[in-house]
């Protein structure tokens, strides 16, 4: 009968062991759904914060893809500054609406680095067919350009 209960107390320890490390495995992946839930919790707070941001400020801003010169984003206010729809302006890029040629674009590029400024100054044309003199400010790290005329 000896070895059956040691047959007996083995199972029971391997059993008590196996929903141990289980139940171990649970908690932790609990805890992990958990801290991820937070994270993406703050990136929406976050997400809405900024939204709320950039569609409030009453400076015109105008997101744009570097790659293409795409409008990815736009706000009220750069709406009611060119006088398009943001729809339209969604279809639109940069060089549509900026009236100097690509390398005088560049030549003031290169003259605002020269003089350490951070931002650029642009000829834009409005829907009405006016053209304004822009100030240009761009942050490469965010891929956006903010517009304040």
Do not use: W
């Not at 105008?62 to 279809?91: C, I, Q, S, W």
């Not at 400010?137 to 350009?145: I, L």
């Amino acid at each position: 009968m000896e070895p059956l209960e040691r047959s007996m107390a083995e199972s029971r320890r391997r059993n008590a062991l196996g929903v141990s490390v289980t139940m171990l495995l649970a908690a932790a992946f609990v805890f992990v759904l958990l801290q991820v839930e937070g994270r993406q919790r703050a990136l929406r707070q976050s997400e809405s914060r900024y939204r709320s941001f950039f569609e409030r400020n009453t400076s015109v801003k105008l997101l744009v893809d570097p790659a293409d010169g795409r409008l990815v984003d736009v706000n009220p206010a750069a709406e009611a500054f060119y006088g398009y729809p943001r729809e339209r302006l969604l279809t639109m890029r940069i060089g549509d609406i900026n009236c100097l040629p690509a390398g005088e674009i560049q030549a003031e590029m290169a003259r605002a680095k020269s003089e350490e400024r951070g931002y650029f100054n642009f000829p834009h044309r409005l829907a009405s067919g006016e053209v304004r003199r822009v100030e240009v400010y761009s942050s490469p790290d965010r891929k956006s350009t903010r517009l304040n005329s």
